[in-house]
T-cell receptor, first 114, second 115 residues
Framework: GENVEQHPSTLSVQEGDSAVIKCTYS??????FPWYKQELGKGPQLIID?????GEKKDQRIAVTLNKTAKHFSLHITETQPEDSAVYFC?????????????FGKGTLLTVNP | GAGVSQTPSNKVTEKGKYVELRCDPI?????LYWYRQSLGQGPEFLIY????????DSGLPNDRFFAVRPEGSVSTLKIQRTERGDSAVYLC?????????????FGPGTRLTVL
């Protein structure tokens, strides 16, 4: 089955700096890659996603890039703010008969220091 | 509109007891998923419903775990003879359908603690 690796596990930045989180996946047939933000005591909330037919997608301060050849994708947050502090998860959706199942990375705890 | 809701938000039980966790998906969503999240980990897939039927229950850890969705809306995850290792946050998600590109919307989870 699919395997998703995520790095780093923790990331601390100063307010206004950029943050980058990287993930790799194992199943070359995976074609949907969402990113979720999870605040303490809450469920994961989708912040951005990318499908395999595009290489980059941007939404205000958040961007995601996808390299299908290398099987990795990254989340970029620019001009970070204290409210960006949370755990971020990348995920990949399986292929074929299990194309509804999300496989998640282990998460990155992002701390934005004021 | 209303998102995915889960009850209870917290459940503390003793080893060996039976528990039920409830999920109310977004209205009109035919696909419903259960995931389990252990401390410091990402969510792990348990089971997927399309309508009333369990299309994939391959993630259920053993036969103590069972889930139903009798009317194609609300779902209940049932755990028999709970063990301390079952302690985790149980997350429910729903999507418009089960298509690969559909966004899965998560509820706030139920934190289960087995003493």
């Amino acid at each position: 089955g699919e395997n998703v690796e995520q790095h780093p596990s923790t990331l601390s930045v100063q307010e206004g700096d950029s943050a980058v989180i990287k993930c790799t996946y194992s199943d070359s047939a995976s074609n949907y890659f969402p990113w979720y933000k999870q605040e303490l005591g809450k469920g994961p909330q989708l912040i951005i996603d990318i499908r395999s037919n595009v290489g980059e997608k941007k939404d205000q301060r958040i961007a995601v890039t996808l390299n299908k050849t290398a099987k990795h994708f990254s989340l970029h947050i620019t001009e970070t703010q204290p409210e960006d502090s949370a755990v971020y998860f990348c995920a990949a959706k399986g292929s074929g008969g299990s194309n509804y199942k999300l496989t998640f990375g282990k998460g990155t705890l992002l701390t934005v220091n004021p | 509109g209303a998102g995915v809701s889960q009850t209870p938000s917290n459940k503390v039980t003793e080893k060996g007891k039976y528990v039920e966790l409830r999920c109310d998906p977004i209205s009109g969503h035919t696909a419903l998923y259960w995931y389990r999240q252990s401390l410091g980990q990402g969510p792990e897939f348990l089971i997927y419903f399309q309508g009333t039927g369990a299309a994939d229950d391959s993630g259920l850890p053993n036969d103590r775990f069972f889930a139903v969705r009798p009317e194609g809306s609300v779902s209940t995850l049932k755990i028999q003879r709970t063990e301390r290792g079952d302690s985790a946050v149980y997350l429910c998600a729903s999507s418009t359908s089960g298509r690969a590109s559909d966004t899965q919307y998560f509820g706030p989870g139920t934190r289960l603690t087995v003493l």
